[in-house]
């Protein structure tokens, strides 16, 4: 039985170390070989033409009042919570600050709080 012969290390490390500089002389060369075109005049407007600006807020949605209960008899009277609900929306604005217009995220929060009798 034959055993497999492996190359060395000085093997490896010279196949890699050539086939580096080969790589690299081909991106020279690629470098040198390959013409850039130049760039072309636009005549699409610029970012600061259409400055548009865009801002995120809260709005104000709805307001729910729910009634507490006194857990141990389990009756009212003991105030009520008050649920308001919030949207985030989305404001655009040109560039003197007019507003273009508006849109609902699909962010919503909600605020609660106890007000006692």
Do not use: C
């Not at 865009?54 to 105030?79: F, H, I, L, Q």
């Amino acid at each position: 039985m034959q055993e497999k012969k492996h190359p060395s290390w000085r093997q490896i490390t010279i196949g890699t170390l050539a086939g580096i500089n080969l790589m690299m002389l081909a991106l020279i060369a690629g470098k040198e070989s390959i013409a850039i075109e130049e760039s072309v005049p636009s005549l699409a407007k610029t970012p600061e033409h259409t400055a548009e600006r865009v801002e995120y807020g809260m709005e104000w949605v709805k307001t729910t009042t729910v009634p507490a209960y006194d857990p141990p008899a389990m009756s009212k009277g003991a105030g009520h919570w008050v649920v308001e609900q919030y949207r985030e929306m989305e404001y655009h604005y040109d560039m003197n600050g007019r507003l273009l217009f508006k849109r609902p995220t699909n962010q919503s929060s909600y605020m609660r709080y106890f007000k006692p009798q």
